[in-house]
Nanobody, 119 residues
Framework: QVQLVESGGGLVQAGGSLRLSCAAS????????MGWYRQAPGKQRELVAF???????NYVDSVKGRFTISRDNAKNTVYLQMNSLKPEDTAVYYC?????????????WGQGTQVTVSS
């Protein structure tokens, strides 16, 4: 089992910054992908960014150039630095970890943290 604990959400004005953190514990495989998803009211959950155990990253187009995902493998922690925040970034942000084995992927979710950007 894997436990994910998020922190760092809150209320910020448009143009401001926030940094989300997600600490993972438990059975984390050497091959894994950690990422952040978000879900706004009335919308589907969407992938924001992910980073692999080899530090390959990917971002949804709407956050490119504004958000940066990083990880500290020694602490099993993933971060999401969010700059130039916009009201449309308002959502509950969820941490996600995928343990990857040959032929199988095991997925885990955090409890979510609210990010609210006021205009």
């Amino acid at each position: 089992q894997v436990q994910l604990v998020e922190s760092g959400g809150g209320l910020v004005q448009a143009g401001g910054s926030l940094r989300l953190s997600c600490a993972a514990s438990g059975s984390i495989l050497s091959m894994n992908v950690m990422g952040w998803y978000r879900q706004a009211p009335g919308k589907q959950r969407e992938l924001v960014a992910f980073i692999t155990n080899s530090d390959t990253t990917n971002y949804v187009d709407s956050v490119k150039g504004r958000f940066t995902i990083s990880r500290d493998n020694a602490k099993n922690t993933v971060y999401l630095q969010m700059n130039s925040l916009k009201p449309e970034d308002t959502a509950v942000y969820y941490c996600n970890l995928k343990n990857v084995r040959v032929g199988a992927t095991y997925e885990y979710w955090g409890q979510g943290t609210q990010v609210t950007v006021s205009s």
